[in-house]
């Protein structure tokens, strides 16, 4: 059974850093590329990075520059390194498989607020 833990988020300045995290259980991790979203008040879920199961990235153009995805596969572990976060990166973070769709299954996500 599929299960996916977001943590490391919180309350930071404009400018400030966060890195977040994400143990997925069960086999998804191990053969899957997997994705950061993030989901503001108001507005749907984004897709803002990716990384396949040999490391290669790809990012939206909002955070390209800023943010870092990377993996530990002994750990079953994403991250995502975010540096000189904006107001508008605030909003509730997920990790999944890049083709996730609304109706599979999402872990809890974690909250990132930026605001000074």
């Known amino acids: 059974q599929v299960q996916l833990v977001e943590s490391g988020g919180g309350l930071v300045q404009p400018g400030g850093s966060l890195r977040l995290s994400c143990t997925a259980s069960g086999s998804i991790f191990r053969y899957s590329s997997m994705g950061w979203y993030r989901q503001a008040p108001g507005k749907q879920r984004e897709l803002v990075a990716t990384?396949?199961?040999?490391?290669?990235?790809n990012y939206a153009d909002s955070v390209k520059g800023r943010f870092t995805i990377s993996r530990d596969n002994a750990k079953n572990t994403v991250y995502l390194q975010m540096n000189v976060l904006k107001p508008e990166d605030t909003a509730v973070y997920y990790c999944n498989t890049p083709q996730a769709r609304p109706y599979d299954y999402w872990g809890q996500g974690t909250q990132v607020t930026v605001s000074s």
């Open positions: 990384i396949t199961t040999g490391g290669s990235t």
